[in-house]
């Protein structure tokens, strides 16, 4: 099939499927991160200080250690040490590997 499309009508096809793709990953990083910050803003267990960390600090850290792409996801570890530093406390306990 492929083989008696001329190149300009394969990229009009090429296009609104990479289109789709993006459009697909950006909902599944928008997805995670509010499930990210609301699983921490429950391990905060009521404590005003550290719901209000995560409230400031969450977005900008999910946005530092998120990886879009073929294996995209959250460095968890990562995050949780961003919203441990811009905090200046250590709320949430991270491994290192």
């Known amino acids: ?3 008696n499309l001329s190149w300009g009508k394969k990229i009009l ?23 990210t910050k609301a699983e921490m803003i429950q391990m905060c267990d009521g404590e005003q200080p550290c719901v209000a960390a995560v409230e400031q600090h969450a977005e900008v850290c999910f946005k530092d250690n998120y990886k879009m ?3 995209s ?3 968890m570890d990562d ?3 961003c ?9 949430f306990t991270s491994v290192d590997k």
């Open 79 to 81: 995050f949780v040490k």
């Open 69 to 71: 792409g073929k294996r």
């Open 13 to 35: 096809v090429a296009i609104p499927v990479a289109g789709a793709l993006f459009a697909w990953q950006a909902y599944d990083r928008s997805s995670e991160a509010k499930s």
């Open 83 to 91: 919203v441990n530093e811009r905090s200046g406390t250590d709320f």
């Open 1 to 3: 099939m492929w083989d």
């Open 73 to 75: 996801g959250i460095r």
